[in-house]
């Protein structure tokens, strides 16, 4: 059975930082491209990070600079490394497989004084 558990949310303060995992089972991340959405009350899911089978990585304008996806093939693992954290980042963020549509269960974040 293919899936993805998010891990590493939790509170921070304004400019900290934050790193996720997501860990897979039923696939090699390595095989695929990978990515990280968010998702706050009443609005869709927004696509933060994206990492191509290659390793090349793209990010939106609202997390260029901050964010870093990374995979590590030796523990079947993505991450997600966030830094300098804005209260805007506060969602609920997933990672998923473009390719077929898989999402995870999600790792709530808070960014709040």
């Known amino acids: 059975q293919v899936q993805l558990v998010e891990s590493g949310g939790g509170l921070v303060q304004p400019g900290g930082s934050l790193r996720l995992s997501c860990e897979a089972s039923?696939?090699?991340?390595?095989?695929?491209?990978m990515a990280w959405h968010r998702q706050t009350p009443g609005k869709e899911r927004e696509l933060v990070a994206l990492?191509?089978?290659?390793?090349?990585?793209n990010y939106p304008d609202s997390v260029r600079g901050r964010f870093t996806i990374s995979v590590d093939n030796a523990k079947n693992t993505v991450y997600l490394q966030m830094a300098n954290l804005k209260p805007y980042d506060t969602a609920v963020y997933y990672c998923?497989?473009?390719?077929?549509?898989?999402w995870g269960q999600g790792t709530q974040v808070t960014v709040s004084s």
């Open positions: 998923n497989i473009p390719s077929g549509c898989i």
């Open positions: 039923g696939f090699t991340v390595s095989g695929y491209a």
């Open positions: 990492i191509a089978d290659g390793g090349h990585s």
